[in-house]
T-cell receptor, first 113, second 115 residues
């Protein structure tokens, strides 16, 4: 079974530039998550989708971060403009509706210089 | 107070020893509890769920104390391959969205097994 796919794996941008990350969850998983993991910390939930609706985006910095899951399958996370403190790994994860085991992708490593 | 607190370590333990990690959580409404393992520069992966009665999976034992809001993980006969960061995870089911879990991760405890 294919896992959660993410791209790009690595990205280096200058501050104030924009970046977009893409995620394709495990087939059939209705719930999709974006987490931010800063070095030395645990993953922090940015946004959670149930199909194409937002369930929780309370920790998403909405002035610069946006995410969408238009067709209820794959998702895009955008940062514009980026700040130095956005340097982190952006982890996409998915789970079934009723199950609470979530499966992570390998992550997209962002460095803002 | 953080929602999920863990001792960040690092724990440097000789091979074959027993090591225990602790975790506390602040929200008494928390429903489910897990331990995830994260290898260096890799994504987190589920190690085991934590049940009220305590559960064991081979060399790993997880326990939950709801009254004290405390979770533990015990690793017996540690192996070199156990070296990783262990993340305590607490699930608060969103009241407004029945069936949708909200997982909150601790900062993780880093474990290194020494030959």
């Amino acid at each position: 079974e294919a896992g959660v796919a993410q791209s790009p794996r690595y990205k280096i941008i200058e501050k104030r530039q924009s970046v977009a990350f893409w995620c394709n969850p495990i087939s059939g998983h209705a719930t999709l998550y974006w987490y931010q993991q800063i070095l030395g910390q645990g993953p922090k939930l940015l946004i959670q989708f149930q199909n194409n609706g937002v369930v929780d985006d309370s920790q998403l910095p909405k002035d610069r971060f946006s995410a969408e899951r238009l067709k209820g399958v794959d998702s895009t996370l955008k940062i514009q403009p980026a700040k130095l403190e956005d340097s982190a790994v952006y982890l996409c994860a998915s789970s079934t509706n009723s199950g609470n085991t979530i499966y992570f992708g390998e992550g997209s490593w962002l460095t803002v210089v | 107070r953080k929602e999920v607190e863990q001792d960040p370590g690092p724990f440097n333990v000789p091979e074959g020893a027993t090591v225990a990690f602790n975790c506390t959580y602040s929200n008494s409404a928390s429903q489910s509890f897990f331990w995830y393992r994260q290898d260096c520069r890799k994504e987190p992966k589920l190690l085991m769920s934590v049940y009220s009665s305590g559960n064991e999976d081979g060399r790993f034992t997880a326990q939950l104390n709801r009254a004290s809001q405390y979770i533990s993980l015990l690793i017996r006969d540690s192996k070199l391959s156990d070296s990783a960061t262990y993340l305590c995870v607490v699930d608060i089911q969103l009241i407004s969205n029945f069936g949708n879990e909200k997982l909150t991760f601790g900062t993780g405890t880093r474990l290194t097994i020494i030959p």
